[in-house]
């Protein structure tokens, strides 16, 4: 059993910034891949970012490539999603899920709460 919990949504003004956080607990959980995953209303929940636990190697979504940045402190048992330069289309509730592979939610088996990230100016 892994459980997640995330933090660190708010409500920001566009080109402002937020880091997500995931705290992650469980007695396997640094061998699950990590993804973030985000649903705005009225839309289906699409994939984010996921850093692969075997290797650490990193995947985005067209949408958020080059300005997101996934992280992860394995001390901390903790996943960062950095997000610089929001713009309004990021408003969503973000989660984090552990147990999948890529950037498709439905390989995912454990699921976090949900954090808000709302973008307006």
């Known amino acids: 059993q892994v459980q997640l919990v995330e933090s660190g949504g708010d409500l920001v003004q566009p080109g402002g910034s937020l880091r997500l956080s995931c705290v992650v607990s469980?007695?396997?959980?640094?061998?699950?891949?990590i993804g973030w995953f985000r649903q705005a209303s009225g839309k289906e929940r699409e994939g984010v970012s996921c850093?692969?636990?075997?290797?650490?190697?990193?995947y985005y979504a067209d949408s958020v490539k080059d300005r997101f940045t996934i992280s992860r402190d394995s001390a901390k048992n903790t996943v960062y999603l950095q997000m610089p330069n929001l713009e309004p289309e990021d408003t969503a509730v973000y989660y984090c899920a552990a147990g999948g592979s890529s950037l498709d939610p439905d390989a995912y088996d454990y699921w976090g709460q949900g954090t808000q990230v709302t973008i307006s100016s």
């Open positions: 469980g007695r396997t959980w640094p061998g699950y891949t």
């Open positions: 850093i692969i636990s075997s290797d650490g190697s990193t």
